[in-house]
């Protein structure tokens, strides 16, 4: 039922039940999809869409779960959809594939140990997926993700993970993820005016985005 529908408001051009779930930071709803969706990726073991769609619904659950400081949770849904992101790679190597299995891989990491096992294999993952999809402004939103939790002196820092979220803006300036990003990197800059302005425009993007509410709370007044 939630794939169909998930179908149907893509190709409209519309949020899906996944996405504003995670744009409301809605745990519940976010858990019965992945459970959905983990029953029919379970049904079907070589379609490499349904795994994608399980991965896809625990990833976002990582995310919301990270937000909102529950780091045993983020790591439990990461290492769940890392299985099936896993799966898709394997029956169809493509960009987004490697994108979502990359993101999965570095959203399990809570700690050294974790840091670790996961971490080379994100960042290569990552790197695939920029590889095959070089103008595909996502790619780079994820990219710089992983460069901004990356310690300057091993080769990520704010400066590099801008750079990305940059280039992800010139190549799709609708891109929502790409400016809540910026704005995260620039407010650890201490550029609070231009990080103010790149959470604005998440937030005309995407008024559903909570946690871009959030991080836009936090900057000071002008």
Do not use: H
Not at 147 to 161: D, E, H, K, R, W
């Amino acid at each position: 039922m939630w794939a169909l529908l998930i179908s149907a408001l893509l190709a409209a051009g519309a949020p899906s039940p996944l996405e504003l779930a995670r744009d409301r930071q809605d745990r519940p709803a976010l858990q019965k999809m992945a459970d959905e969706f983990a029953a029919t990726a379970a049904k079907a073991p070589n379609d490499a869409a349904a795994q994608y769609r399980f991965a896809l619904a625990c990833s976002y659950m990582a995310e919301v779960a990270q937000q909102q400081r529950d780091k045993k949770q983020a790591q439990a849904a990461a290492v769940r959809g890392a299985a099936a992101a896993e799966k898709a790679v394997a029956l169809k190597p493509e960009a987004e594939n490697y994108r979502l299995l990359g993101t999965l891989y570095a959203q399990a990491i809570t700690d050294l140990l974790s840091g670790l096992n996961y971490g080379p294999r994100a960042k290569d993952a990552i790197n695939k997926a920029v590889e095959k999809a070089p103008r595909s402004s996502q790619m780079y939103v994820t990219r710089g993700v992983g460069n901004y939790y990356v310690p300057a002196q091993l080769g990520g820092g704010t400066s590099v993970a801008i750079a990305d979220f940059r280039k992800a803006i010139e190549l799709d300036a609708r891109n929502a993820d790409a400016w809540l990003w910026l704005g995260i990197a620039l407010r650890k800059d201490n550029k609070d005016a231009e990080a103010r302005q790149a959470l604005a425009k998440t937030l005309e993007l995407d008024p559903n985005r909570v946690w871009a509410k959030q991080e836009l709370d936090k900057i000071p007044p002008k």
